[in-house]
């Protein structure tokens, strides 16, 4: 089967298995993903095959949800059924299995650039516009509150940490948002993340005027 045949098939089936994940985490999310690293991967001149199977596949089976091991599973199996060689499979898996985020203590260590380009393109949707809508959809969904000012972000989380506690909606900015421009890898990421990066602190200056009545 020929690449482009491949990347179509898996877009298909992507769209299909994300069908009933939870909202801001649905297929949407790795549309903007696919978009974003193929702009970037032109500019950093990654191999866009690579990048087009790390960005369809790297959210499929949820690790928070199915554990670290269903995704990597789940993408064997597909690429092996479409004849994918397995240097390419092995690639593809290494990229996803780091891409999760493991808390703001913990470093990254993407090995490739492809690697870097889909984490990148990742991290762009997590912040700015849609990062914002993200957030609260999320904290909706798990009946987090906006804002409790009592509850003070936590600073240079463990991974075990990353996902438990008190959260609010205002805190996840601190604790990963706010922190993203300065993890991006590449040129490209780090331009538009810088931008994101402003207007989420304008976002911010404006919701605590409201929040103490002073806007
Ligand atoms: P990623 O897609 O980078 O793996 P996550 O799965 O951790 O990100 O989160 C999905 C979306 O939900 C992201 O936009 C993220 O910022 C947001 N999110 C994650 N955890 C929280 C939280 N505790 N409160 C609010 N939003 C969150
Ligand atoms: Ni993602």
Redesign the pocket.
């Known amino acids: 089967m020929n690449k482009k045949a491949i990347i179509e098939k898996t877009k298909n089936y992507v769209k299909r298995s994300m069908r009933n994940e939870e909202p801001?985490?649905d297929w949407w999310?790795t549309y903007r993903v696919l978009k974003m690293a193929k702009r970037i991967a032109r500019e950093e001149k990654a191999d866009m095959f690579i990048v087009e199977l790390v960005a369809l596949l790297h959210?499929i089976a949820?690790w928070?949800f199915h554990g670290i091991s269903a995704g990597p599973k789940k993408i064997r199996e597909w690429l092996g059924s479409l004849g994918v060689d397995k240097e390419n499979i092995d690639h593809v898996i290494e990229i996803v299995q780091e891409s999760?985020?493991k808390g703001s203590g913990v470093p990254d260590k993407m090995r490739t650039i492809e690697g870097k380009v889909v984490q990148d393109a990742?991290?762009l949707?997590?912040v700015g516009a849609i990062?914002i809508a993200?957030?609260f959809t999320?904290?909706g969904y798990?009946k987090?509150l906006i804002f409790i000012p009592e509850i003070k972000p936590r600073k240079n989380m463990k991974f075990s940490e990353y996902k438990k506690g008190d959260?609010t909606?205002i805190n996840?900015f601190y604790e990963?948002?706010l922190l993203l421009k300065d993890r991006m890898n590449t040129k490209t990421g780090k331009k538009l993340a810088e931008r994101r990066h402003r207007f989420m602190e304008r976002y911010l200056k404006q919701f605590f005027k409201e929040w103490n009545g002073k806007e």
């Open positions: 801001g985490h999310h959210d949820d928070k999760y985020f990742d991290r949707d997590a990062g993200r957030v999320y904290a798990k987090n959260v909606a996840h990963k948002l």
